[in-house]
């Protein structure tokens, strides 16, 4: 294609590249935008008219080519941007990941909190109740919950809510009695039945909700992964697997004519369950 020597004046087009904008690591945007002003383009369509249709039409072609191969430098350039946009993606993640601060908790021992309420929690599991009397009677009505105890997530400074309803295992809203002592009483008993989540510092985190324990998704240092459970058919398969050939009873053939019907036996009596041996009162931990 010929160079156009175009006149020495003001252009005949405007850009609008309003749309540029960089944000390291997520976005690069190149919005160019030509407008064709013809309060400017006198000088340079005189330039031109006097060609003929088919040397005008040449030209255009040419430059719509020119055009293309420099549109394909910058889908070039912009690979080389991506490339290096994801190495800063990554280190910025990375980081957020080592500044997740570490979780507080009572080191499984029951302490009183702000608002009257207590508390027991380690790394991964929290439990916390709270009386309120009702005015003017000796009732008090119980409010308590057991929840995971949730790492801090990147942007969320009010990691506790973090996940919704979702950390909930447990709870138990406003719940009446009588008298703090019955109150007490149920705390104690919904306390002994989960005792076992708070006898180490650090227990396993059950895979079903192993996000809420991971930052961009890597699992934080300190935390570990119960084993999956395994299904009713693996467990059955384990246990045949185990069998030895002797110790799988042989089929029993089948009889040659059909036996007669037994005979119905008289109706048995249903046997009334023995009375459980009373035990001592459990050392689960003290619950104030």
Known sequence: MPEITLPDVDPFFKVNDWGDALTTGETLKMVHTLWFSEYNASPFMAFLTDKPTEELQEMLKSSEAA???????????????????????????????????????????????????????NRVYQMRYVFVPVPQSKAVRVTWGIVYNTPQQPENSRYTHSWGDSRYIARQDKKPYDSAEAAQRYIQGRFNLYAHLFTELSPPVPNDCKR?????????????????????????????????????????????????????????????????????????????
């Open 67 to 121: 055009e293309k191969s420099i549109f394909d430098k910058l889908k070039a350039a912009a690979s080389e941007w991506e490339a290096q946009a994801a190495q800063t993606l990554l280190l910025e993640k990375v980081l957020e990941y080592v500044r997740t601060p570490e979780v507080s908790h009572t080191s499984n021992e029951w302490k009183q909190i702000q608002g009257g309420a207590w508390e027991i929690s």
């Open 212 to 288: 809420m324990f991971m930052v961009n998704g890597h699992l934080l240092p300190g935390y570990t992964l119960a084993p999956p459970e395994r299904t009713k058919e693996e467990a059955v398969k384990d246990l045949l697997d185990c069998l030895e050939d002797g110790d799988v009873a042989p089929p029993t053939p089948e009889p040659d004519t059909p036996s007669a019907p037994k005979q119905k036996s008289a109706a048995v009596k249903p046997v009334q369950p023995a009375a459980k041996k009373k035990s001592g009162p459990k050392k689960s931990g003290p619950v104030r």
